[in-house]
């Protein structure tokens, strides 16, 4: 078998045999096929997509690329979640230890920021000296005595996906339903929890821009845990602006500080507690929504979800004063406010712009294996339906420099709309899949 031949296979619009793709993923993984032939071929599949089929060969694949966990000689049952990914998610820094304090394991694998949207990897990362590359035998070690973990792909973990996401990054073959799925799917099934929630997000600032590709993806989704024997629910969600205020590495991760603390912005606290819910439901830790939802109140009114992230940053070696002191997280040197420039009603606030702005700034990266800078992001202070007056502020631009202020302000120009007339204000969720 030879890589090309597989590339031109799809080039052409074929179906792919599951041999073909497990040729082409163990081969990529062990370096035989560079990452240019890679490339070729994910842009091959983003253009011709492929059969619910050929995901779930690929989905396995990857999973199989490392070594797939079995949890439970570690515990009875583990909770694991997953956005598609958006601009200003870090929803998993303030759910995982919301979770674990309900007393539900949590044992997750994320990803790095992808395109214009922020990664959980990243934003940990802006905490000193936390690691994100725990071996199997530490994530087993760790959901045992801590019952929760939040790591990355490892050499031994769906080290696969971990090269085909950094690739896709930078090659512009990020949205595409298969890729998607399977690169969500490979980690969850190789992290081996039981119950899965999955965020799909779907808006101008996610992959899936409306919802009938945001609830194909997660249809494709849920069936692929199914037949992988895991409980899998999908929640579709709005990322048509930013979710809570902060877009950036250090500045979202103070946010879910924030958050856990009772202090974080109102709709992401919401999000947070959605989210949690469905996971405690799943996990089984709550017979009903309502008491699933009390749970999650409870973790974040009585500190407890706070207590255990500290716990969790301590756990993979981050620097735990963080917590009680955010302002010793990266913070950048130049911070500028844009202001209205009308009064009037938000009728727009433009997330993928924001997110693109951010990678700008160095939030993101622009080739693979690129330093990013924790520090910059932009603060995103009106939603839509917000009443606004002139001269209030718009966004609060972190940055490195005056000019990549500049930058910055040129393009975020256009991403907030003011109108004359009400606006109402935009739902989180739109519905679930499971
Ligand atoms: N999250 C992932 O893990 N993979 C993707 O391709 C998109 C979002």
């Known amino acids: ?4 031949d597989i590339i031109i296979k799809k080039r052409d619009g074929k179906v792919l045999t599951e041999q073909e793709i497990n040729f082409f993923i163990e081969n990529y993984t062990t370096d035989e096929i560079p990452d240019y ?9 983003l253009l011709n997509g492929m059969t619910a089929e050929e995901t779930t060969y690929l989905t396995l694949a990857m999973a199989n690329s490392g070594d797939r966990l079995d949890l439970s000689g570690v515990v009875d049952i583990a909770v694991d979640k997953h956005s598609s990914g958006g601009v200003g998610d870090k929803t998993s820094i303030a759910v995982v230890p919301m979770v674990r304090a309900c007393g539900l ?6 990803g790095r920021g992808l ?6 990897l990243d934003k940990l990362e802006a905490i000193p000296g936390f690691r994100t590359d725990l071996s199997k035998d530490e994530f ?13 792909q490892s050499m031994d973990l769906a080290p696969a996906d971990g090269k085909l996401y950094g690739l896709r990054d930078v090659t512009g073959t990020v949205q595409s339903i298969p890729l998607i799925a399977s690169s969500i799917m490979s980690k969850k099934i190789a992290a081996g929890a039981q119950a899965i929630v999955l965020d799909v997000k779907v808006g101008n600032g996610a992959f899936m ?16 845990g199914e037949l992988s024997g895991r409980d899998v629910a999908a929640l ?11 877009v950036g590495n250090a500045i979202e991760t103070k946010e879910a500080i924030q958050t856990l603390r009772g202090e974080g912005p109102a709709d992401f606290e919401e999000h947070c507690l959605e989210i949690a819910s469905h996971m405690l439901l799943l996990g089984k830790r709550a017979e009903t929504k309502a008491e699933a939802r009390r749970l999650a109140e409870d973790a974040i009114s009585s500190g407890s979800g706070l207590e255990y992230l500290k716990k969790l940053v301590q756990a993979q070696d981050g620097d735990v004063r963080v917590i009680d002191h955010p302002e010793m997280l990266p913070e950048a040197p130049v911070k500028t406010v844009i202001e209205a420039q009308e009064s009037g009603t938000i009728a727009e606030v433009h997330a993928r712009t924001v997110g693109e702005t951010a990678v700008v700034l160095g939030a993101g990266r622009m080739k693979k294996g690129d330093s990013i800078d924790p520090a910059v ?10 009443a606004v007056e002139i001269g209030q502020p718009l966004f609060v631009i972190h940055a490195r420099s005056d000019d990549a202020v500049e930058e910055a302000k040129q393009q975020l120009k256009n991403a907030v709309k003011i109108v004359k007339e009400e606006v109402a204000p935009l739902p989180l969720f739109y519905g679930l899949v499971d």
């Open 1 to 4: 078998m030879r890589a090309v």
């Open 37 to 45: 032939q890679a490339s070729a071929w994910a842009m091959a599949v």
């Open 105 to 110: 394991p949590v044992g997750k694998m994320s």
């Open 115 to 120: 395109g214009f949207s922020g990664g959980t």
């Open 140 to 152: 087993l070690s760790q959901l045992g005595s801590l019952g929760m973990v939040l790591t990355g």
């Open 209 to 224: 821009e409306n919802l009938d590709q945001a609830r194909e993806l997660a249809n494709l989704m849920v069936s692929i």
């Open 236 to 246: 579709l969600s709005d990322m048509n602006q930013p979710l809570g205020v902060a």
């Open 377 to 386: 992001g932009i603060s995103v202070m009106v939603k839509v339906g917000d």
